[in-house]
């Protein structure tokens, strides 16, 4: 289903005039258009199949050291949206995966997290579904996926905390070993502050 935008523009309305303002007053007049573009862009991979970016594979061939074969990508940024208060939290990911027999560009990684990304998302499960769209679509020997997010509804609201960030983590395969894991965090982790 299309994201239906006047609707949006008519539960803005109706969420600003629950609140008291005046929503005729000239600073909030194209306020809900504004809304319902942003979150048009925040929820435009709710009905995208992220495996169509994986579609495009090359075949690999496999040397003999199983973690030389690594294929680390770090600090993909992303944003995503809370589906508990509907607030932005946003941040890094990082993707780590040993190819069976056949790999994608590099390109292709974070439009899986953008399209998983642009959904109602609990940090969580996002991690998880990374996880499984590049096992779905990679067959890889292994997959690794760390996100590191600060969230608006921790930072903004309630307790404030403004810089205490969530790390998930999500692993299948080889990798799911905590001696790579281990290894993994440490390549993730090098050249960071
Ligand atoms: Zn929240």
């Given amino acids: 289903m299309a994201i239906d935008f006047g609707r949006i523009e008519a539960a803005v309305a109706e969420i600003l005039a629950a609140i008291g303002e005046d929503t005729a007053r000239p600073g909030l007049a194209t306020t809900p258009q504004r809304v319902a573009k ?4 925040f929820f435009s991979g709710v ?22 074969e690594l294929v680390l990508l770090r600090d993909i940024d992303f944003r995503s949206m809370c589906e508990h208060h509907l607030l932005p939290f946003r941040g890094v990911a990082h993707i780590a995966y040993v190819p069976g027999r056949r790999i994608v560009g590099l390109g292709k990684l974070p439009r899986v997290v953008e399209t998983l990304a642009s959904r109602p998302q609990l940090q969580e499960r996002l991690t998880e579904e990374i996880a499984d769209a590049l096992t779905a679509g990679l067959t890889p020997q292994g997959v690794v996926v760390v996100l590191d997010a600060v969230h608006d509804c ?14 998930t983590m999500a692993t299948r395969g080889t990798l799911s070993n905590p001696v790579v894991r281990a290894e993994i965090m440490a390549l993730i982790g090098a050249g960071h502050d």
Wanted: proline share 2%.
């Fill in 38 to 41: 942003a979150y048009g862009e």
């Fill in 47 to 68: 009905d995208v199949d992220p495996l169509d970016h994986l579609a495009d594979t090359v075949e690999f061939h496999a040397g003999a050291d199983e973690l030389s």
């Fill in 154 to 167: 921790v930072s903004a609201r309630g307790v404030r905390q403004a810089r205490s960030s969530t790390v």
